[in-house]
């Protein structure tokens, strides 16, 4: 079975904490890429990173930084000294083969002034 | 440069009309996808466009959905006699073969 778990339906944090959104995932496939895509109150998706199976190295980005671990099959998100823009859904994406995408269910995330 | 651009951004609809929603991908963008989100919910994958290809039609709820691609560029997502349980958002993709999807800002459909 393909899936992608975002077991953390909602999550509150005030300014300035740090947080992480968790995503596991299933496949049997040894090839595929994961990604993390940021759905603001305006309502489009936004891409954030791609990784591939055969990349375990972590990844950081300003603030953002993602945790791949193939042994756990985790690809989590940590925001660090969050704010307020960084309120939106996230949603976590498996994409096993050449094109289809399996989505988590997103955890909608609220950073409270 | 352009993203992927859907129009119109919003369509209020009777129970039991047409609809027809639009999609312009990326230019350069081989593959295109349609998604539909539902209030407060996770994406449902509708249909895969390869150029002017479908070769994943699976997601379509029932006959009353159709989608085709022309040029291998804008792609028209139809939805006839619409029923209120097709309320929603409507999203498309496009990315390069094989590449990371991009995705419009969206057509938020109201059936009454």
């Known amino acids: 079975a393909q899936k992608v778990t975002q077991a953390q339906t909602e999550i509150s944090v005030v300014e300035k904490e740090d947080v992480t959104l968790d995503c596991v995932y299933e496949?049997?496939?040894?090839?595929?890429?994961l990604f993390w895509y940021k759905q603001p109150p305006s309502g489009e998706l936004v891409f954030l990173i791609r990784?591939?199976?055969?990349?375990?190295q972590n990844e950081i980005s300003g603030r953002y930084s993602w945790n791949f671990q193939k042994s756990t099959s985790s690809f989590n998100f940590t925001i660090t000294a969050s704010q307020v823009v960084d309120s939106a859904v996230y949603f976590c994406?498996?994409?096993?083969?050449?094109?289809?995408?399996?989505f988590g269910t997103g955890t909608r995330l609220k950073v409270l002034a | 440069g352009a993203g992927v651009s859907q129009s119109p951004s919003n369509k209020v609809t009777e129970k039991g009309k047409d609809v027809e929603l639009r999609c312009d991908p990326i230019?350069?963008?081989?593959?295109l996808y349609w998604y539909r989100q539902s209030l407060g919910q996770g994406l449902e994958f509708l249909i895969y466009f390869q150029g002017n290809s479908a070769p994943d039609k699976s997601g379509l709820p029932s006959d009353r959905f159709s989608a085709e691609r022309t040029g291998g560029s804008v792609s028209t997502l139809t939805i006839q006699r619409t029923q209120q349980e097709d309320s929603a958002v409507y999203l498309c993709?496009?990315?390069?073969?094989?590449?990371?999807?991009?995705f419009g800002p969206g057509t938020r459909l109201t059936v009454l």
């Open positions: 230019s350069g963008h081989t593959a």
């Open positions: 990784r591939n199976s055969f990349d375990e």
């Open positions: 993709a496009s990315s390069p073969l094989q590449g990371t999807q991009y």
């Open positions: 994406a498996l994409r096993p083969g050449t094109y289809k995408y399996i």
């Open positions: 496949t049997r496939d040894t090839t595929y890429y």
